[in-house]
């Protein structure tokens, strides 16, 4: 019954990249982490600029960003609608590519990888969140979960992740019988599942209160301190800066400032 709605809800765009062919290459994103050295950060971004369209119409969507982040951090990123957060997430995630400059992740460069090792990147080593949770309306949240862990290898058990996020007694509901909160969580447990080395989290609040928002933030951290996920989270809500390591400020497509937060705001004090 579940294989079924699998293969049925499989072929949906969301999965489809994340289904694709494996490359027969080798690649960045299979090869081990390099272990020279504990130091190499989880991603290395240099002058990276990314134009949307062309001529007159041309978006400067990104103008030289420079960043490094540190395995196992939070990082918070905050800044005025159209500032470039998305876009910077989407080209480290592996989900757009940049006009020129570099990413290297795991000390490994991404940028020119071909289509198919960045499916392989984003499927072995990526979890998205979104602020809309993208569940399969017709699935309970075992099986929007499951969708994930059949198509990786070596997933924590679906059931597990779910518990993770506090919704081991939720398992059976459908997308509709839970709360907005709560399916934020399911989408959390559902990029959890696959062990990955980093999430990034595009709004995960933003159609949240302050109450349900919290949850979803306490399940973040949860996943950062038990399995040393980075965490990347872009956001409107200046209150969430509090949990991070460290705070970048975006301004029409550069960044204005980084900042490291000396000590972290317990997040039940978060303000909305
Ligand atoms: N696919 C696209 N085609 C053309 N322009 C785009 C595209 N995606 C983004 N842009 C433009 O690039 C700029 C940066 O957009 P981006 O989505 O990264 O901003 P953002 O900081 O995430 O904003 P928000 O907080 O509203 O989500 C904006 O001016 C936007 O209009
Ligand atoms: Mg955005």
């Given at each position: 019954m579940l294989k079924a709605k699998v293969c049925e809800t499989l072929s949906t765009s969301l999965f489809k990249a994340e289904n694709a062919k494996k490359p027969s290459m080798p690649n960045a994103s299979t090869q081990a982490p390099n272990p020279a050295s504990e130091s190499v950060p989880a991603y290395?971004?240099?002058?990276?600029?990314?134009?949307?369209?062309?001529?007159?119409?041309a978006v400067q969507a990104l103008r030289g960003v420079s960043i490094e982040i540190p395995k196992?951090?939070?990082v918070v990123?905050?800044?005025?609608?159209?500032?470039?957060?998305?876009?910077?997430?989407?080209?480290?995630?592996?989900?757009?590519r940049a006009t020129s400059g570099s990413v290297e992740f795991l000390g490994r460069e991404l940028t020119g990888q071909s289509d198919g090792d960045l499916t392989l990147y984003r499927r072995q080593h990526v979890g998205f969140v979104f602020q809309f949770y993208n569940l399969m309306p017709g699935l309970t949240a075992l099986e929007n979960v499951e969708l994930v862990t059949e198509i990786t290898s070596e997933p924590m058990p679906a059931a597990d992740a779910l518990t993770l996020v506090g919704l081991?007694?939720?398992?059976?509901?459908?997308?509709?019988?839970?709360?907005?909160g709560e399916q934020q969580r399911v989408a959390i447990a559902r990029a959890i599942a696959k062990r990955p080395t980093v999430m990034f989290c595009d709004e995960p609040t933003g159609?949240?209160?302050?109450?349900?928002?919290?949850?979803?933030?306490?399940?973040?951290?949860?996943?950062?301190?038990?399995?040393?996920?980075?965490?990347l989270i872009v956001t409107h809500n200046a209150g969430v800066a509090g949990l991070a390591d460290r705070v970048v400020r975006f301004i029409d497509g550069a960044i204005d400032s980084v900042?490291?937060?000396?000590?972290?705001?317990?997040i039940s004090d978060i303000e909305w």
């Open positions: 290395r971004v240099e002058q990276l600029r990314k134009i949307y369209g062309e001529g007159e119409a196992g951090e939070t990123f905050l800044g005025p609608s159209g500032s470039g957060k998305s876009t910077l997430l989407n080209i480290m995630g592996g989900l757009d081991g007694n939720r398992m059976d509901h459908f997308p509709a019988q839970l709360s907005g159609a949240l209160d302050r109450a349900t928002g919290l949850t979803v933030l306490e399940a973040l951290a949860e996943v950062n301190r038990e399995f040393g996920t980075t965490l900042a490291t937060n000396a000590t972290k705001t317990p």
